[in-house]
């Protein structure tokens, strides 16, 4: 399957083969922020395979491109839209998409986890989630981007959330932690992995051997660079760093040290 792997970093690779091991060979996939549908793509490798779905994306340029690029893919819906916290859960059912569809792939670049937190609100309980979080954010560290009408990512490191936030939010769900993939975190919905006896990851746990300690981070990140030093610093300093980084941003996100997972 490797010819139809366009992910950023290999994120195609672990959810194919986590699909194997959890039964899952066919599927309908939802794809929020799906860029042309080919480059940096998660979904795109299980469309090849016939998968039905939903790709969602904003940008017109982009959607054009999608728009061509899937033009065989029968089974795929596609809608040009912006998604926010207050219209995700109708869009979801305008588009008759079953509560426990297969594959939820997130990746707005902004408020990602108040969008997430309204489809599971919704009620809708996607059989493996994959998110986008903010992999300069430690572990250690609640950081998420709050929803605004008027913020669009500016192309810096103001995006997402940590680790322990998309934790804390999905865990209340009772979504199992499966691993971080360099900056996508996939969890696994709760039935699914009680019966295949899967149990969570601790954040730091996943944070650590996902991100923080491969080796060729710094070749995959090079842009991480001017905030490597938050990694090596205490919750308590990260945070009031981290806070004072984004000062431009102040009232747009939240940022404490996790007070408890």
């Not at 859960?89 to 939820?104: R, V």
Request: a negative charge.
């Amino acid at each position: 399957f490797k010819s139809d792997d366009y992910s950023f970093a290999g994120e195609f690779k672990e959810l194919n083969e986590l699909t194997h091991k959890l039964g899952l060979e066919t599927g309908f996939a939802v794809d929020i922020a799906a860029n042309d549908g080919l480059n940096q793509s998660s979904t795109y490798g299980f469309f090849k395979k016939h998968w039905a779905g939903l790709a969602v994306e904003m940008d017109p340029l982009m959607f054009s491109k999608l728009s061509y690029l899937y033009a065989d893919f029968e089974k795929v819906r596609l809608a040009r839209t912006r998604v926010t916290p207050q219209n995700i859960g109708s869009l979801l059912i305008a588009y008759e998409i079953q509560k426990n569809f297969t594959l939820l792939n997130l990746d707005i670049d902004s408020y990602d986890l108040r969008v997430i937190e309204e489809i599971l609100n919704s009620g809708f309980t996607p059989q493996i989630i994959s998110m986008e979080i903010n992999e300069k954010i430690p572990s250690g560290i609640f950081f998420t981007v709050e929803y605004d009408d008027n913020h669009y990512w500016q192309g810096d490191h103001f995006f997402g959330c940590s680790i322990d936030a998309a934790y804390m939010i999905l865990s209340k769900f009772k979504y199992v932690l499966y691993k971080l993939e360099w900056n996508n975190a996939i969890f696994i919905n709760p039935d699914l992995a009680s019966k295949h006896r899967i149990s969570s990851m601790e954040p730091t746990q996943a944070y650590n051997s996902g991100y923080k300690m491969r080796k060729d981070r710094r070749n995959i990140f090079p842009w991480n660079h001017d905030v490597e030093n938050w990694l090596n610093l205490t919750p308590e300093q990260a945070a009031s760093d981290i806070s004072k980084y984004f000062a431009k941003y102040e009232g747009k996100f939240t940022c404490s040290v996790t007070k408890e997972l």
